[in-house]
């Protein structure tokens, strides 16, 4: 009894994984930037531009990110950054629920991202940028 219902949640983690990256893949648009600094304040970007191709059956992704925000400090001014991976690798860990992207094939540095939300339409992934101390929220919609 108890194997048969090991089998059966084995089954289910695997298909549930399976459909994820069938819902990931294809050309999705960036619609929103969310970035909260270090210090806790949140800034939004509602025009950023850019794309990210994911191909499932390959496993390689490609994106291009822009997107900006208005330092709030004493002094005002522009902070331009980016997001970009260039033919990486990527791997859904923890049943679909977290995208983990290689930029120099697996075995590098990885950035993890978190799914917040993964329909066949909408997109919503995050990730720490550690060197920049900024928690970065992207929301996107398929093409």
């Keep these: 009894m108890i194997r048969i219902l090991f089998l059966i949640l084995v ?5 549930k994984e399976k459909r994820a990256y069938n819902k990931l893949d294809g050309i999705w648009e960036v619609t929103q930037a969310r970035i909260v600094d270090g210090q806790g304040f949140t800034f939004y970007d509602d ?3 850019g794309t990210i191709e994911f191909q499932s059956n ?4 490609s994106a ?18 980016t ?6 690798t990527f791997v859904l860990n923890n049943k679909g629920e977290q995208l983990e992207i290689f ?16 329909t066949k339409d909408a997109l919503v992934i995050e990730y720490y940028d550690y060197l920049n101390y900024k928690l970065k929220r992207f929301t996107l919609r398929k093409k």
């Design 11 to 15: 089954l289910y983690s695997c298909s």
């Design 47 to 49: 025009s950023p531009t």
């Design 58 to 61: 390959t496993k390689v992704c």
């Design 64 to 81: 291009t990110f822009a997107f900006s925000y208005e330092n709030l400090s004493e002094v005002l001014f522009i902070i331009y950054d």
């Design 83 to 88: 997001l970009d991976y260039n033919s990486a």
């Design 103 to 118: 930029q120099g094939g697996f075995g590098s540095l990885s950035d993890k991202f978190r799914i917040m939300v993964l």
